[in-house]
């Protein structure tokens, strides 16, 4: 481990990303101070971050939440950097129709993610010690502009009523992200406070949190059979989630940093990923091109990366990686059935 870098505060620690980057701080020589949300019948188990290499002595653990927003106060009080990663929208280990139907009204969950964002950046001007904050958008704040084109860079935004439309399923967290990305960057520049966003598309690889992340779900839906979420995977922008947590911890350094950043380094279609997974993994059947071609919706556009690229950032995962880690983490963690049963799907066996 590296020498010590002082303290930085990751909200939303139980999720996907930021477990993951919680990990790599603590490898980079951070102190980490993380955020949970309440648990009052204390049955949660937080062993995977606890244990991970050099928790014991440098990681923290707060109750906050975003409906709370005075109580990030104690996490970001002497920290010289937040990473903003939490969400009011649990989209993990979740079914996508439990989701769109068992879903809070929308106006319900932007209220509660931007109060709950402004909230936290008031905590960072009042800490007086943040010398910067990275806010973890969506590249779902991006893509769904409802324009003809076939990539997008940072200067577009994802159309809210567009989204209300056309987009089926997740529409709350799309438009939360999109909402509270814009807030969060207008409240900044109003107040002086240093802060970037980085906008990630689906993010795929292993995870160290207990719970199967909703991206890596979908991502895999083609290996899990999960028919339901082929129309997410048109033209699917994707990231290993190692190069997310490198890009959280470049743009929190990198001392000329400045508002929006994508973070996306490969784009695939549904017929060539068929073929790619058929190729990597014959013991699994995997829907052939051919019998996905009259799958119809939005077919996002390409997620462009110049931006962060030119600041010398480089990603350092493929889509092999990116699969081959997924894949073993669901066999390890017990989401993916034997290779040898005739359709493999996604299971819990979780509590």
């Known amino acids: 481990m590296e020498e010590d870098k002082g303290s930085v505060c990751v909200t939303g620690g139980t999720g996907f990303i930021a477990s993951w980057l919680i990990m790599r701080l603590l490898q980079h020589g951070y102190s980490v101070r993380t955020t949970v949300r309440p648990d009052p019948e204390k049955k949660r188990d937080l062993s995977f971050l606890t244990n991970l290499r050099g928790a014991s002595e440098k990681l923290q653990i707060f109750t906050a939440d975003l409906s709370n927003p ?139 949190c207990p719970k199967f992340p909703g991206s890596v779900r979908t991502s895999l839906a083609l290996v899990l059979g999960n028919e339901e979420e082929y129309i997410h995977l048109l033209n699917t922008c994707m990231v290993h989630v190692d190069d997310v947590a490198r890009a959280h911890i470049f743009l929190l350094e990198y001392p000329e940093a400045k508002g929006r950043y994508n973070c996306s380094s490969h784009t695939i279609t549904i017929q060539q990923m068929s073929k790619f997974l058929s190729a990597k993994y014959p013991e ?63 299971i819990s066996l979780q509590n």
């Not at 009259?294 to 493929?318: A, C, H, M, N, Q």
């Open 70 to 208: 005075d109580s990030f106060e104690a996490a970001i009080e002497g920290c010289t950097g937040v990473l903003h990663v939490a969400t009011p929208v649990d989209i993990e280990g979740r079914e996508p129709e439990e989701v769109v139907l068992g879903r809070e009204p929308e106006e319900v969950v932007n209220q509660r993610a931007i109060n709950g964002t402004l909230g936290i950046l008031k905590a960072c001007l009042k800490a007086k010690t943040i010398k910067r904050v990275v806010y973890t958008s969506s590249g779902s704040a991006v893509e769904f502009c409802g324009r003809n084109v076939d990539i997008v860079d940072e200067s577009f935004w994802s159309d809210v009523d567009y989204i209300r439309k056309f987009i089926p399923g997740f529409g709350s967290y799309m438009i939360s992200k999109t909402l509270t990305e814009r807030a969060a960057l207008q409240f900044a520049e109003e107040h002086g406070l240093d802060l970037v966003t980085l906008t990630p598309s689906f993010v795929l690889g292993p995870f160290v």
């Open 284 to 346: 699994y059947p995997i829907p052939t091109a051919d019998s996905l071609a009259e799958i119809k919706g939005y077919k996002v556009p390409e997620l462009s990366s110049k931006k962060l690229l030119d600041t010398g950032f480089k990603y350092k995962y493929g889509l092999d990686d990116m699969f081959d880690g997924a894949i073993q983490c669901c066999k390890e963690k017990g989401y993916l059935y034997s290779a040898y049963q005739s359709r493999p799907h996604c």
